[in-house]
T-cell receptor, first 114, second 115 residues
């Protein structure tokens, strides 16, 4: 079945550091890929998404590129802020847009220190 | 504001008690979902409803039942709560019109503790 693997946390960085959170997936065909963010005590918010190979999703300074050849969707940001501290989830929905839900990675807790 | 509304936000149950978690969306979405979130496990799908009148099991359905009451509402019931069901529960809904990818909207969660 489909699966998503993302780097274990917590990841602790200083403010203005460069961020990479790795995400790889296993799925048939061309799934859609997502990054969700969860701030403390809140639900999940969509951060960015991509639907096909070489698509780049971007939002709030975060970027991720759909790499079919490496089955990856790594999240990057050039200069993180304290307000980026949160849990980040990589997820996929299977090819064809089936209604059977998202498959999530286990989440990466990001801590940004001033 | 349009979105997914879950009630209650917090609940403490004793082992063996029953309860129903409520979820409603006002975005005219066809598909709705229940997930549970546990430390180090990410989110796991309990049940989903692809459309009004249909429900299907997800990855971890044991100990739960669901009802798709109408297009707006999708409830999750614990008939006899167990400590292993202590978790944060999220409801989500999904649009079904183009373009891909179809967007998922999540509620703010219900934090359930079973003692």
């Amino acid at each position: 079945g489909d699966s998503v693997t993302q780097m274990e946390g917590p990841v602790t960085l200083s403010e203005e550091a460069f961020l990479t959170i790795n995400c790889t997936y296993t799925a048939t065909g061309y799934p859609s890929l997502f990054w969700y963010v969860q701030y403390p005590g809140e639900g999940l918010q969509l951060l960015l998404k991509a639907t096909k190979a070489d698509d780049k999703g971007s939002n709030k300074g975060f970027e991720a590129t759909y790499r079919k050849e490496t089955t990856s969707f790594h999240l990057e940001k050039g200069s993180v802020q304290v307000s980026d501290s949160a849990v980040y989830f990589c997820a996929l929905s299977r090819a064809g847009g089936g209604a059977d839900g998202l498959t999530f990675g286990k989440g990466t807790h990001l801590i940004i220190q001033p | 504001n349009a979105g997914v509304t879950q009630t209650p936000k917090f609940q403490v149950l004793k082992t063996g008690q029953s309860m129903t978690l409520q979820c409603a969306q006002d975005m005219n979405h066809n598909s709705m979902y229940w997930y549970r979130q546990d430390p180090g496990m990410g989110l796991r799908l309990i049940y989903y409803s692809a459309s009004e009148g249909t429900t299907d099991k997800g990855e971890v359905p044991n100990g739960y039942n669901v009802s798709r009451l109408n297009k707006r509402e999708f409830s999750l019931r614990l008939e006899s709560a167990a400590p292993s069901q202590t978790s944060v529960y999220f409801c989500a809904s999904r649009s079904s019109g183009p373009p891909l990818p179809y967007g998922y909207t999540f509620g703010s969660g219900t934090r359930l503790t079973v003692v």
